[in-house]
């Protein structure tokens, strides 16, 4: 699933291509995609002809503010990833008519087309079709239960140090599940609490209540530190990911434990583990990780 690394890259890529354009009809051959409205007639009419003014995101949602006090919210969920180019439907199937990465098998997935003007194209390929898509008034938007209910962003200045021991102090259970819930901390999932513990030493089932002074600051400074990286090497693609030119992420190659099952800690020479913790899958070095 896209985490916040791949959602942020995928928004400054946008940014620089789409700003400005017009959406000037939207295309589907999976309608359930789009959850509000319930049906895509009224979707299409809420965005069409719709201006995109700005690109945001909030956790891992990315948030299109368009003209007439619309947004329009996609969540990649597990397998999507939107992409922008030019593209021809063939027998039910559209064609990249851009050479290069676009072509790869995993981004032709597409079962939502966004004509705009001049005659680019935005796509969400998504293997599971698990991906969601709204259509909301923008005041309505932000006040919604979902948007209100999401916690900090870990990458804002206002994510402070102190901060963090505050929402510790009120959280329960252990520290990967607690990194991963978005009521908490927005944005960071199965991939990066991996990685974000690994660089701190500590255990993922390690309870809140015995985390030390010391390990709490040693997260902090990883949370900031492994995203930040993740941002620059524009995300992981070691499953779905790929950015909107339809290019992979190179956090692959710096992964430490994520899907490491089995091989040599590069830190202790250990073997990384995996485990469960409430049916998903954790990483970790039992022998460093303490």
Known sequence: MPELPEVETTIQDLKKIILGRKIKDIWSDFSKIVKKPKSFQPFKKNIIGKKIKNIRRRGKNIIFELSGDKNLLIHQKLTGHLLVGNWKLVNGCWQSQNRGPLQEKINTYIHLMFYLDKGLMLALSDLRKFAKVEA?????????????????????????????????????????????????????????????????????????????????????????????????????????????????????????????????????????????ISGRSVHFCPKCQK
Do not use: H
Not at 137 to 162: C, H, N, V
Not at 213 to 227: F, G, W
């Open 136 to 276: 909301w008034e923008a005041q309505d938007f932000w006040q919604s239960e979902e948007i209100k209910s999401l916690g900090p962003e870990p990458l804002e200045k206002k994510f402070t140090f102190l901060k963090f021991k505050e929402i510790l102090k009120k959280a329960r259970g252990k520290i990967k599940q607690v990194l991963m819930d978005q009521n908490v901390i927005a944005g960071i999932g199965n991939i990066y609490s991996d990685e974000i513990l690994f660089e701190a030493g500590v255990n993922p089932f390690k309870e809140i209540k015995r985390l030390s002074a010391q390990e709490i600051e040693k997260i902090y400074k990883a949370i900031k530190k492994i995203l930040k990286k993740a941002i620059k090497l524009r995300g992981e693609s070691i499953s779905d990911f790929r950015g909107p030119k339809g290019e992979r992420g190179f956090y692959d190659k710096y992964r430490k434990v994520y899907r490491q099952t089995n091989k040599n800690c590069s830190r202790c020479g250990g073997i990384i583990k995996r485990a469960k």
